[in-house]
């Protein structure tokens, strides 16, 4: 039986990690801005709205046992498919205050209360390295994420750290890409409209086994490492 604390668990990737490990029988401990819909004895569950930096850590302090195993910190945001230039500020903030800003309070509380973490996966994204068009601070956020790993590395010695790219996972975010976006002003989309209802792009119940298997494959690799799941399952 494993202890695992993840973020961002009431819909999506988060959700379906969730649901795989309360069916191994693990204790997981989440937080979230929303409920979590699943209610089981081995899950510890906290609201959060992580854009509210102040209040994490009295969640943390209520929530979190002295040991984990697993440390997946998946909560994020996309924010619009736009031009930098039009992105307003507020937007950048919001972006990076959830995406960046709520996993360093909660690594930098996890180091301070010495609690004794094996693994953290950071949830990155290939947007983090391409540089595509419209996808402004979320790429940036990323991008701020694979470094986060690589400089943690130092503080953590004991942890074995992974900025994580799970590819492409159908979610409410690939509704919104798939569905909303222009992807003549923004090409770098239709690549996701293609995958979109194909094998391509796994419900959450299918990615969330995938990716929980990959999680040991990131051992193999140096701890701060930016690893996506395409290049682990290949390896």
Same mark, same amino acid.
């Not at 937007?91 to 990076?96: D, L, R």
């Not at 694979?146 to 942890?159: G, I, Q, R």
């Not at 492409?168 to 909303?180: A, F, G, P, R």
């Given at each position: 039986?494993? @202890?695992?604390?993840?973020?961002?668990?009431?819909?999506?990737?988060?959700?379906?990690? +969730? *649901?795989?490990?309360?069916n191994q029988s693990d204790q997981v401990y989440s937080l979230s801005r929303s409920d979590c819909p699943l209610k089981q004895p081995a899950l510890h569950h906290c609201k959060q709205d992580l854009s509210q930096l102040e209040n994490i850590e009295q969640q943390l302090e209520k929530l979190l046992p002295d040991?984990?195993?697993?440390?997946?910190?998946?909560?994020?945001?996309?924010?619009? #498919?736009?031009?930098?230039?039009? +992105?307003? &500020? *507020?937007?950048?903030?919001? #972006?990076?205050?959830?995406?960046v800003w709520s996993n360093k309070v909660i690594i930098d509380w996890l180091i301070k209360n010495n609690i004794k973490v094996k693994q953290l996966i950071i949830i990155s994204s290939g947007a983090s390295i391409n540089g595509n068009r419209g996808w402004g601070i979320y790429s940036m956020s990323k991008a701020a994420?694979?470094? &986060?790993?690589?400089?943690?590395?130092?503080?953590?010695? %004991? @942890?074995?750290? @992974?900025?994580?790219?799970?590819?492409?996972?159908? @979610? *409410?975010?690939?509704?919104?890409?798939?569905?909303?976006? %222009?992807t003549v002003k923004f090409p770098s989309v239709a690549g996701l409209v293609s995958a979109y209802q194909t094998e391509y792009m796994p419900d959450i119940d299918t990615a969330a086994k995938l990716i929980a298997e990959s999680f040991e494959e990131c051992l193999k690799f140096d701890s701060g490492s930016f690893l996506d799941i395409r290049q682990l399952i290949k390896s």
């Open positions: 039986m494993a @202890t695992i604390f993840i973020t961002g668990n009431s819909s999506g990737l988060g959700l379906g990690l +969730t *649901q795989l490990y309360l040991s984990l195993d697993l440390v997946i910190l998946n909560a994020g945001i996309l924010g619009q #498919i736009n031009d930098l230039a039009d +992105t307003s &500020m *507020q937007e950048v903030q919001s #972006i990076m205050d959830i995406n994420i694979n470094m &986060m790993a690589k400089l943690y590395v130092h503080e953590m010695p %004991d @942890t074995h750290i @992974t900025a994580y790219a799970p590819g492409l996972v159908h @979610t *409410q975010m690939q509704e919104y890409l798939c569905h909303d976006v %222009d």
